[in-house]
């Protein structure tokens, strides 16, 4: 199965930046769009970002837009989520998803059920 991996969380102060990296081992992620998504306190998986199959379009919760970017590095190898200006509300495990159906190169995915590969998720603490 295909299992994407999460690094970059950890414990940080409010005002304080995090960026979190994802890859699949042995393969490239040009041929998936993907997605960030969290669960936090409310115990529900949020969409937090995502990014076209080829990177030419990206959509961001209205929660993290302007604070949080999703990229793609030029290897293609690794898609990162970059927190800025981290709030207390951040707080959630951050899960990294692929999404293995996507036909057009330019589309993007906000639901859960649009994805297929998640990984384990790595933790992001933000104190107050």
């Known amino acids: 199965q295909v299992q994407p991996v999460e690094s970059g969380g950890g414990l940080v102060q409010a005002g304080d930046s995090l960026r979190l990296s994802c890859a699949i081992p042995?393969?490239?992620?040009?041929?998936?769009?993907m997605g960030w998504f969290r669960q936090g306190p409310r115990e529900e998986r949020e969409f937090v970002a995502a990014i076209s199959r080829t990177g030419g379009r990206e959509d961001y919760a209205d929660s993290v837009r302007g604070r949080f970017t999703i990229s793609r590095d030029d290897t293609r190898n690794t898609v990162a989520l970059q927190m800025n200006g981290l709030k207390p509300e951040d707080t959630a495990i951050y899960y990294c998803?692929?999404?293995?159906?996507?036909?057009?190169?330019?589309?993007?995915?906000?639901?859960?059920?649009?994805?297929?590969?998640w990984g384990q998720g790595t933790r992001v603490v933000v104190s107050s």
């Open positions: 998803t692929a999404n293995s159906r996507s036909w057009y190169t330019d589309s993007v995915y906000v639901r859960v059920h649009d994805y297929d590969y």
């Open positions: 042995g393969r490239t992620l040009d041929n998936y769009a």
